[in-house]
């Protein structure tokens, strides 16, 4: 099966949310009580177990006085190499036939250990559930041959969803046309070259700012790159302990 | 084509054209901003999304430091098992064997699914150190409860080299997330958890009447340094604030005083107090670092930053 993914471009989002909306419906997803944030439109605030998509609202004035927003439709990366999935020790978390990242609700012993390994900060254990959600693009959709929910409802096809391939096409020649049109446009994860750290994300973004206005991280790898010395340092601290344990018994 | 306003008062007027006689055409303004008395100034440039957390913190209870110290113990004593005899050897085997078994239960307990813990051996992944951790504590624990019944130096050796990793692979399980302050220390944690583990058994050995000098010594010396590289490395990654500030800063540092003091107790032969010193020493280190973990995560200029370089 073909690899899929998003394309979400910034440029076309309204703020309309109905990604969202249409997210929580489809997945019948709990509510997350409805607070005020007082962060712009922003009352999501963050990904999290029962928020699969989260639009950002960050307000800035442009070069002429004017205000603009920084409005992105976030969502679970599925990153080709992603840090939840290799950091879930019961196999919960599977890499699917359509190359999505699936977390396995039958199979999650609520350890909790894919929380802190995301680098974006994406899945999220439920305490009352005991068990962690993320964004499963729509599997059961996939499987109907449908597209996500999300893309399906966003109105302004500001999400795109598609072979991943097509996509990556797509987004480059539409960031070129924008950065003539004088846009600072620029794409986020779109593959391996430009995100070395996860080797590419298969729901990617053309953004008009930096990450760090999107709550996105500039640079995020896969935790499991470079712990190789980490392993090491067990190693020898292991054999410390060896060694202190025979050089203490003379 | 739209034509420009040329008027700098508000009104966004284009003098050339317009037909000035409304109501407030005749208000003289010389300040604009005077007339927004309760508007602030505009929101400061933040280099953060309104301050929220970029990564996530492990949701994990205290259940989890307190295994990172129970099986530390018991790690550490079963290296030494093979090196003993004897009464003192029965002692440590059951002491490596006590410890082991309640730090299970302390997983267990911090699952979110409890029952479904047998899950943990559905797969054998090198990339997860809680998985490769499963297994390393199951054949620490079983070579050592085995050992108990049968008297073998196979069984010994096994439970004191699967033992040696349970005190220290608990680091690289902290080192292999997005947390900033473990990513940034995870060639050192390793390390400081294998002192920290051997002063964990030196002072409950020193609180049993067992004590052994040299090897406490040696342990608790280790432990102040492994502290020291720790800081170090968290500050030369510049995510070192929450080993000095907060929650997790006292923590911390309670942590290195009660160390440094079960230290000179050992060193003057008051081993049962120096044996209570560590043993606090050694257990608020594990809840600082994992505090501090916290707190790390929660700090979006803490992911940022060393990014951006």
């Known amino acids: 099966m073909r690899t899929v993914g998003f394309f979400t471009d910034v440029t076309l989002c309204i703020g309309c949310k109905a990604c969202e909306v249409a997210c929580k419906q489809w997945n019948q997803l709990p509510d997350d009580g409805f607070k005020l944030t007082g962060m712009s439109y922003d009352n999501t605030a963050a990904l999290g177990a029962s928020t699969w998509r989260h639009v950002t609202f960050k307000e800035k004035t442009t070069g002429t006085g004017g205000v603009a927003w920084n409005m992105m439709s976030d969502v679970c990366k599925h990153c080709e190499r992603a840090g939840c999935l290799e950091a879930c020790p019961t196999g919960a978390i599977i890499r699917t036939e359509h190359g999505s990242v699936y977390v396995q609700p039958d199979v999650c012993n609520g350890c909790g250990y894919c929380v802190p390994a995301c680098p974006f900060g994406v899945v999220e254990k439920r305490e009352d559930d005991g068990r962690a959600y993320k964004c499963t693009l729509c599997y059961d959709r996939l499987n109907g041959g449908l597209e996500p929910a999300c893309a399906k409802a966003c109105p302004t096809d500001s999400i795109e969803f598609g072979p991943l391939d097509k996509l990556r096409e797509r987004a480059s020649a539409r960031a070129a046309k924008l950065r003539e049109q004088g846009v600072q446009a620029r794409l986020y994860g779109e593959d391996e070259t430009a995100q070395p750290g996860t080797e590419g994300l298969h729901a990617f973004f053309l953004i008009t700012d930096t990450p760090e206005a999107y709550n996105l991280p500039p640079d995020p790898s896969v935790p499991t790159k470079g712990v190789g010395r980490s392993w090491l340092a067990a190693a020898a601290g292991a054999a410390g302990l060896l060694g202190l344990a025979l050089w203490s018994s003379r | ?309």
């Open chain 2, 1 to 309: 084509m739209i034509t420009p306003p040329t008027t700098r008062d508000g009104r966004n007027l284009d003098r050339r054209i317009a037909d000035e006689h409304g109501e407030g055409a005749g208000i003289e303004v010389q300040r604009p901003d005077v007339a927004w008395p309760l508007s602030k100034e505009p929101e400061q440039v933040s280099d953060t999304y309104y301050d929220l957390p970029v990564v996530k913190a492990a949701p994990w209870k205290g259940y989890v430091p307190a295994y990172f110290y129970l099986g530390g113990l018991g790690g550490a004593a079963a290296t030494l098992i093979p090196m003993t005899k004897g009464r003192e050897a029965r002692r440590l085997h059951w002491i490596a064997s006590v410890a082991e078994t309640a730090g299970a239960v302390c997983l267990i307990a911090d699952l979110g699914k409890p029952l479904r813990f047998l899950n943990m051996m559905r797969v054998f992944r090198p990339t997860s150190p809680m998985n490769m951790g499963t297994w390393i504590l199951s054949v620490a624990s079983g070579a050592g409860g085995l050992g108990l019944l049968v008297d073998s130096k196979a069984l010994a050796v096994t439970a004191a080299t699967a033992g040696s990793m349970l005190s220290t692979y608990t680091g690289v399980l902290l080192g292999n997330t997005a947390v900033p302050v473990w990513r940034a220390t995870r060639r050192r944690i390793p390390l400081w958890f294998a002192a920290s583990s051997a002063a964990s058994l030196a002072s409950l050995l020193e609180v049993l009447g067992m004590p052994r000098r040299r090897y406490s010594l040696a342990a608790k010396a280790a432990e102040i340094a492994g502290m020291s590289a720790v800081e170090h490395a968290a500050d030369a990654a510049g995510v070192g604030e929450p080993l000095r500030e907060g929650r997790s800063g006292q923590l911390w540092r309670a942590s290195k005083w009660l160390g440094l003091a079960s230290f000179a107790a050992t060193a003057l032969r008051r081993e049962r107090l120096a044996g209570v010193l560590g043993t606090a020493s050694a257990v608020l280190g594990r809840f600082a670092i994992v505090e501090a973990g916290r707190a790390s995560a929660n700090d979006p200029r803490a992911t940022f930053a060393p990014q951006r370089r």
